[in-house]
């Protein structure tokens, strides 16, 4: 029994078994603990910052959603007012086009007066006092009594004032079939004269009697539009006093006296020949349901509205639900005389958050954040406020300055429902990482104090043996091996320590046949490394042929000699030499019926990556010409965005210097940011035009259009304009020099003289002259365009 007692390992405090549990223990506890901690307190920040970056992402994606469709709604309602605005002063300039040529007005009036009577022909009224003609023609003219002489007819000048503007009815009805929709189109005479000439014919006059007693003895623009004609005779001594710098005066909201609709009404002075007097108005209408169709269509989210609003916060138009919801008290104000309009005020609201809602520039497009009260509840909403295009108005007294707004409002609680759901979907996932991080470690430790209290035992047996026969091998014993079972780490110690001592016997005793053996694998590894030369030479050869096929590519998208043979007027010749396999010049000609826009880039460096950048460009301006889009700032704006969003996509840091040539009927409009272009006029001068604030580089910022203009070219017959990449004017010969822009409109005027197709003959053959024998380290782009 003595023997097994001495044999079996002691545990004591000093045991080594026992030192080995307790640090072994301890740092495990130890690791367990701190290692949990810090994944506990990362899960926590984890939640934080994730549930932070989606809120602040989530936030601004719907805030700038509500901007951007506020905005497209702003530009839908200015687009009808500018249509409107644009057949009033067609009209205007027709009539105005009249007055300011006498005889070719009374030889048009004494026509229509003979060839259609029934426009210019009156019939007295008794009842009613006043004198209008039959129905048939295109329009109708209203003449008030007190126009009329003792025989019941328009006085001399009135009758005069009838014939002239019969002229209308050869222009209105053009103009209200086409454009945006108009209820009607109408001439009024001057404040001593005022017929009242309206397309198409309605009963007019019997019309305003019935809904405006009295009309029929009162000065009739004093009666209907109190102070709008002083305005106007301001105008004439003072064109600065304008509220805005335009003829057109519109008017608020108002009943209609033919229609009985909400409308709008579009006035446009004519003046006298020698412009200091009003000679009559230009006028249409539209109703209210037009502007309201616009406003009333907006839907975001559920239950988000919107509305539109003049500046001293009456709402012209807003569904009933909204009405409703933002608590507007509706009344008309019926009066007697004058207009008829609808009062619907934002400042008589019942809701505090809506009555001092402010309205003006300062907020426009700001997310403006209020509570609105609902069935007891304060329920948060959104609002944003676009302006619109400033306008002269007239409401009851003289023409003022009104800049209405588009309001866009919506619950937050809808708009943020994403955001409310990823929060809480996150918090959720916190909670359950958490409670499985704390079970993780309560088991983990657990199972590794046991584990460590088992095999204790096994390794101190391993240790000593490990330690007798180090003391042996350390003696130069070289045979001496340790037999431990254990397949734990001190087994492999001990398997490794086997290994070491076979190794230095080894080597002690066969250390020739070692230095044959390291001969024989320095050997192999120099076969391996010949192998691994002749794989990267293929590679190379696979590499070679991807940028081969880039560059094919790249060739085709270029324009087809018979491309640009086709385009009428012009004669356009084009040279393109990339620098490497691929280039990174953009150049390209879309034709779209008339209309030519001619495209030329420089890429940042060359090579595949700016080749695939050039090939982007494009497709994008491609399938830009292809949609119609004709405004060379927009254009070039939109463009820039896709090219922007795609270096983004690709992690690349390449942008390009572009600008874009619009030819139509002869027009040249120049706009982006390039080199400078050359014009050669037909006398043989050349005129440089700098494009340095003509844009910005495309790639660099996502929005350019505050820095994109446009430069019109004059380009008469015989005219060439030449444009080209830095790569002409940086190409170095063999002592460095460049080739230079005084070089190039040298050769310019050398060459000019003879067809598109010879003069870039001329400038390449005097460009590669220069070059020699150096080596070109840019792509060279050019193109001549001349007007036959």
Request: hydrophobic fraction near 40%; charge should be negative; include cysteine.
């Amino acid at each position: 029994m003595s023997t097994g007692d001495e044999r079996t390992p002691r545990f004591g405090l000093r045991s080594f078994r026992a030192k080995f549990m307790l640090v072994v223990g301890g740092a495990v506890l130890f690791d367990l603990l701190v290692s949990g901690g810090l994944a506990l307190w990362n899960v926590q920040r984890l939640s934080r910052d994730a549930t932070s970056e989606v809120g602040e992402g989530l936030t601004n994606a719907n805030q700038e959603y509500i901007r951007s469709y506020a905005d497209s709604t702003a530009s839908r309602v200015d687009l009808l007012l500018d249509r409107v605005h644009a057949d009033v002063k067609v009209l205007a300039g027709v009539l105005q086009a009249q007055i300011d040529d006498p005889t070719r007005q009374k030889q048009v009036g004494e026509t229509l007066a003979h060839e259609a009577p029934g426009s210019v022909t009156t019939i007295y009224d008794a009842k009613g006092g006043w004198a209008q003609n039959l129905p048939g023609g295109p329009s109708v003219v209203s003449v008030w009594g007190y126009l009329l002489g003792a025989d019941h007819r328009p006085l001399p000048a009135v009758e005069q004032e009838i014939d002239n503007s019969a002229v209308l009815d050869l222009v209105a009805p053009s103009l209200l079939a086409s454009g945006s929709s108009k209820l009607q189109m109408y001439y009024i005479g001057p404040k001593e004269r005022p017929i009242f000439r309206t397309a198409p014919y309605s009963d007019q006059a019997q019309t305003f009697d019935r809904l405006y007693p009295g009309h029929n003895k009162a000065d009739f623009w004093e009666f209907f539009f109190p102070g709008i004609y002083a305005s106007w005779r301001q105008w004439t001594r003072d064109p600065a006093s304008r509220p805005i710098a335009d003829d057109i005066t519109q008017t608020a909201p108002y009943t209609d006296a033919i229609t009985g609709k909400l409308i709008v009404s579009f006035f446009h002075p004519l003046w006298t020949r020698d412009r200091t007097d009003i000679a009559g108005i230009a006028g249409a209408d539209i109703t209210l349901d037009q502007l309201a169709e616009i406003v009333e269509s907006v839907k975001i989210a559920q239950t988000g509205f919107g509305f539109l609003t003049m500046s001293n916060g009456n709402v012209v138009a807003i569904k009933p639900a909204g009405e409703t919801i933002i608590g507007l008290i509706s009344s008309n104000d019926k009066v007697a005389q004058g207009v008829t309009g609808l009062e619907r005020s934002l400042r008589k609201s019942t809701q505090p958050a809506i009555a001092s809602l402010p309205l003006g520039q300062d907020n426009d497009g700001v997310i403006q954040h209020i509570a609105i009260d609902q069935h007891g509840e304060s329920v948060p909403y959104i609002v944003v406020l676009k302006t619109l295009h400033p306008t002269n108005l007239w409401s009851s007294g003289p023409i003022e300055r009104e800049a209405m707004s588009v309001g866009i409002v919506v619950p937050e609680r809808e708009i943020y429902a994403s955001l409310f759901a990823a929060q809480k979907s996150i918090s959720r996932a916190t909670n359950r990482i958490l409670l499985y991080q704390i079970g993780a470690i309560i088991v983990s430790l657990l199972i590794v104090l046991a584990v460590v209290f088992r095999i204790s035992k096994r390794i101190t047996a391993g240790l000593s043996a490990l330690a007798g026969a180090a003391r042996r091998l350390q003696a130069k014993d070289y045979s001496v091996r340790v037999n431990i079972p254990t397949r734990d780490e001190v087994g492999e110690a001990g398997a490794a320590f086997n290994g070491m001592a076979e190794q230095i016997s080894f080597h002690t005793e066969n250390l020739e046949q070692l230095v044959d053996e390291r001969t024989r694998e320095l050997e192999d590894a120099s076969q391996e490394i010949s192998a691994l030369n002749d794989k990267l030479q293929s590679e190379n050869v696979r590499l070679g042929a991807e940028l081969a096929v880039a560059r094919q590519i790249q060739l085709m998208v270029l324009p087809r000699a018979r491309e640009l043979e086709a385009i009428p007027g012009l004669e356009i010749a084009a040279y393109m030499r990339p620098a490497d396999e691929v280039g990174g010049d953009y150049y390209d000609v879309l034709q779209d019926g008339p209309r030519v826009k001619i495209g030329i880039g420089d890429v940042t460096g060359h090579g595949l990556e700016s080749g695939v950048l050039m090939l982007m460009v494009q497709s994008v301006a491609r399938a830009l010409q292809e949609t119609g889009e004709d405004n060379p700032r927009q254009f070039l704006d939109r463009l820039n965005r896709a090219i922007y969003k795609n270096i983004e996509r690709t992690n690349t840091d390449k942008h390009l210097s572009l600008a874009f040539l619009d030819y139509e009927d002869g027009h040249v409009t120049l706009s982006g940011q390039h080199e400078e272009v050359l014009v050669i006029r037909a006398d043989g001068q050349v005129e440089r035009i700098d494009t340095l604030d003509l844009g910005l580089p495309v790639g660099l910022e996502l929005d350019i259009l505050p820095f994109i203009e446009t430069h019109d070219i004059p380009f008469s017959s015989g005219d060439v304009i030449v444009l080209h990449t830095d790569g002409v004017t940086e190409a170095e010969d063999l002592e460095g020099r460049l080739f230079g822009l005084d070089r190039l409109c040298e050769s310019v005027r050398q060459h000019y003289g003879g067809c598109a197709e010879k003069l870039k003959a001329g400038i390449v053959e005097d460009l590669m002259v220069h070059i020699g024998t150096q080596k070109i380290h840019d792509d060279i782009t050019l193109i001549v365009m001349r007007h036959r």
